[in-house]
């Protein structure tokens, strides 16, 4: 589920029901804030954001974070 979708469906919850969904989506819901702001800076930066572009650069977030991790655990 895109991290944007599960911040969304994170805010519309309450109660137990959103303490249950933010735990099982808990490492969408802690990259979003940072996502956010880089895309904020892009913005900010005038620089025109080409969908292919920003989904490349989500992939090699996500690959670094990944190796990042398992480096971790081994």
Known sequence: ???QASYKESQSLKGLAKM???KEHKDS???YPELKERMQNLLQNGEKIMPKQWKA???SYNRKNLERELQNES
């Open 20 to 22: 249950k969904y933010d």
């Open 1 to 3: 589920m895109p991290i």
């Open 29 to 31: 819901l802690s990259k």
């Open 57 to 59: 650069e989500i992939i």
